[in-house]
Nanobody, 126 residues
């Protein structure tokens, strides 16, 4: 088991920035590929970004060039730096972990991630 706790959400104006954090505990952090998904009411959870066990990143087209996912092994934490935020980025952001034998790749499919945090709200509004 791994426990995930997100933080860093809030209210920001369009064009602004936020950094989300996800602290992991319970198992060896480097055993997991990590990802961020987001969800708005009435819609399915949507992939935003993911990072492999060795730090390779993957992004959805909607956030590519604006968001950056990184992982800090010393702090057992994954970050999502979000810049140039748009109103369409509003939603609950969830951190997820995938117990992966592959150190190079990472999935973007939510059903392949068994571990989830409680979510943190991001609201982009003027």
């Amino acid at each position: 088991q791994v426990q995930l706790v997100e933080s860093g959400g809030g209210l920001v104006q369009p064009g602004g920035s936020l950094r989300l954090s996800c602290a992991a505990s319970g198992r060896t952090f480097t055993d997991f590929a990590m990802a961020w998904f987001r969800q708005v009411p009435g819609k399915e959870r949507e992939f935003a970004a993911a990072v492999s066990r060795i730090g390779g990143a993957k992004y959805s087209d909607s956030v590519k060039g604006r968001f950056t996912i990184t992982r800090d092994v010393a702090k057992n934490t994954v970050y999502l730096q979000m810049n140039s935020l748009k109103t369409g980025d509003t939603g609950v952001y969830y951190c997820a972990a995938q117990d992966s034998a592959d150190i190079f790749s990472v999935s973007s499919r939510s059903h392949e991630f068994p571990y989830w945090g409680q979510g943190t709200q991001v609201t982009v509004s003027s």
